[in-house]
């Protein structure tokens, strides 16, 4: 479940935009609510605890070093992980800077899932919107269904990706705890962005807090 479960997210995400068009943005913003309080619940909850009881005294640099990679990923990928895409209103091709960066932030995400299984239920949760959001986006903007199917699927294998090589590769052991606290960055960085900019002004409405709260809860009770 660990490598099925993020896969097919963005599998189902990516069908169900293909399928029913979806055009009512105020729910996809209520799902982005709950996957940020979720998946930051369960990062606070769980990956950090672990990495602090480590014994390397450096463990905050590398948060920070994570929260930093992922705003310099953001100037390529223009926010598309927290659910954020802009662009021109047709493409001739992939946007490989976008591409290449929400790849490269999906592979990370899936190195901590090998250790904490609950993990890939947040990232489930976390890819399920922005695979809808990205695959309205690139049909909105006219991309060849091809480009969009090579984009999502190769999307959709990169966090499994991830743990597999987790799981599979010694070396990535020595320096797991490292890693881990770079990934716990990068999610700190995305879901807060996330349950902020689910609300227009920063206002929160009972709709969306009560969404935040649920997630807060389930991971809590996982």
Known sequence: MNYLLPLLSVLIGYIFALVLRPKNKTNLKLL?????????????????????????????????????????LEFFSKGAEHGHVHGRETMNQIPWLLFISLCIHAFLEGFPVSHHHDLAVGIAIHHLPIAIILTTFFINASLDKKAILFFMATFSIMTPLGTFLS???????????????????????ISSTIIFETSEGHKFNIAKVSMIIFGIALAYFI
């Open 32 to 72: 982005l609510a709950f996957s940020g309080s979720f998946l930051l619940s369960l990062t606070v909850m769980h990956l950090l605890p672990e990495v602090y009881e480590s014994v390397n005294p450096k463990i905050g640099i590398f948060i920070m070093m994570g929260i930093l990679f992922q705003i310099i």
């Open 167 to 189: 799981d599979y590769m010694p070396i990535l052991n020595v320096y797991y705890t490292e890693i881990t606290a770079i990934v716990i960055g990068i999610l700190f960085h």
